[in-house]
């Protein structure tokens, strides 16, 4: 199939910048031309931050099954079907809580990147009512249960 | 700032098949050294669906502004504030409902891409409790209702 030769080139709108790793707080810092972009944004409380995962090596990339969270006990799962960043693309998704927006620095709570991780994306985030059922295996419950 | 040169390569790790437009089901074609990652998929009853809108051009990846849907009543607002395609990195987010998963196709509902579209990547949705308050601007409700 010709289309595995399909490449696709991204640069980031900008990057996220921490104190400390355990820091709940990040400011995600856009290059001045996508200032813009964000106007609006702050009448959300939520938005999807999509990032890249620039730490994961080639490596981790050819990885395809993991241990959820690399517990032995969990059982080994495709990387589809778990949040391992060890998967072909590592793209980070994460939903943060809005705190300020101002200028071209947006600060949020609860991204789990680290400082310096390059932001590909930003939506925001507005509930629909979700009234479906959700299903998810058990070790994802188990999980839950360690955390 | 030398970050301003930073390029991402990403390959596809498969591609969305759709009879129309119109359909609300589509199968997600894994190439078939990415088809293990898929284990597991199946004990979930939603994914997340991360994609490259590829009809996008490079001018409307210009755009930083836009009336929501093309809506001219509603505010000009930034893209980063919006789901409009057009957006420098124009990923797509969605969340579909799991179907099928047999070998490397992945069968969903609810995915609102093209036929042909690169798929990037999957991520199980395991709803959480989300007891926070989530806040939106009045043009996002005013677009609910007229959808």
Do not use: C
Not at 21 to 37: A, C, H, R
Not at 60 to 74: A, D, F, N, T
Not at 87 to 96: A, S
């Amino acid at each position: 199939m010709k289309m595995r030769k399909y490449e696709i080139k991204l640069r980031p709108i900008g990057f996220v910048r921490k104190n400390s790793q355990k820091d709940e707080i990040s400011k995600i810092v856009l290059f001045d031309e996508f200032k813009e972009g964000l106007e609006g944004l702050k009448d959300f409380s939520h938005a999807f931050i999509i990032f890249w995962m620039h730490k994961i090596s080639e490596g981790q990339r050819k990885i395809l099954k993991v241990h959820p969270r690399g517990k032995p006990e969990l059982p080994l799962t495709g990387v589809f079907a778990t949040r391992s960043p060890s998967r072909p693309n590592p793209i980070g998704l994460t939903l943060v809580r809005i705190l300020k927006v101002e200028g071209k620095i947006l600060t949020v709570e609860g991204l789990d990147a680290f400082d310096m991780t390059p932001v590909l994306d930003i939506k925001p985030f507005g509930r629909r009512s979700f009234n479906e059922e959700v299903r998810v295996p058990e070790w994802w419950k188990r999980l839950k249960n360690m955390a």
